[in-house]
């Protein structure tokens, strides 16, 4: 059965506690998530998106409970991403004329993911669909996360649904935000916008101002993972705000990998260098290869500036320094320094590569990269923490 949310709304979302990544291995999902879809029962009856496609079966079960499916008038498609509109098939299958409102761009992302020729009305922002007390309003947000994306807003029970905006990847049973860990629940906010939004900081800057520009009575706030807003919602907004304008903390992350301990005692050295410069900076050190990548990136997202350190490996650098300036690529950063380090023997060339990314996903380099021939001695030790002191004079200023 789904639980009530209104007179009017009722959840009929999945929780699922037991996923540990999401978009395939892409990232972590350590407390799980759940996929939202909420049934609004006015004079009309509409669902707003489904759930992923593995649990489609058990979502229309679960909906059968609620609802003859039949009594549905409308499918509201936010966002055609796999996991909201992955049990759409097997819906459609038993109400096959039902129409789906959704961008143009979602139609036809759907229609490519499932090849069907559903009952598609298109949308656009300002919109409006009355369903008797309740008139809902459109609003399109593309790469919110996708450019299908959009928010729909039930005046009467002044209701946002988000969509993935404002979303974390948290499962939990009690779905509002004032029933859980306030930390956890921050926490995986920033994750999810950190690891998912930032590449998309302006779009996502310019449509919270634009919806908070609206002044839309609201009561809840409920987007397709994780808890619904009601009594945080203008934290979580000012929070939105905040991550999309080129966010930053007093942070220096060092992020390395290590065969033989020469990289990692290179990374410590520079550790100490930084906090003699500033002993109020945070220094946070991460081991690329047994640190969980996403929150690794969750850390870049909240520095000032980055150090990537990496031994020389076959003229290259290590597995999991590579995979993870791929990532931080794709974050697409801005206004934050960096520095590339790493030990060599023979021939080097890693760090270098290490820089090379770095320039590419839009850092500035705030130093020459650090090489070390083979291991470090003490004394080079101290070379390394005059090097640390140095980025961190380069990025902090005198
Ligand atoms: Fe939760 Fe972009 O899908």
Redesign the pocket.
Known sequence: MGKRITDKVTWVGKIDWELKTFHGDELSTHKGTSYNSYLIRDEKTVLIDTVWNPYDQEFVAHLKEDIDLHAIDAIVVN?S?S??SGALPVLMREIPDTPIYCTKKAEGILRGLYHKDWNFHNVKTGDTLCIGENTFTFVEAPMC??PDTMVTYADKEEILFSN?VF?QHYATESLYDDTVNQKDLFDEAEKYYANILNIYNPMVNRKVKEIVGMNLPLKMVAP??GVIWTNHIGEIVEKYLQWSTNYQEHQITIIYDTMWQSTRRMAQAIADGIRDFDPTVRVVLMNAAKDDKNDILVEVFRSKAIMVGSPTVNMGITYAIAGLLEMIHGMKCKNKKAAAFGSIGWGGGGEKRIQQRLEEAGFEIAAEPGKQLWAPDTEAERKWREYGKAFAAAVLGA
Do not use: M, P, R, V
């Open positions: 966002h991403e996991d909201h996360h996708w993935d979303g397709s993972h």
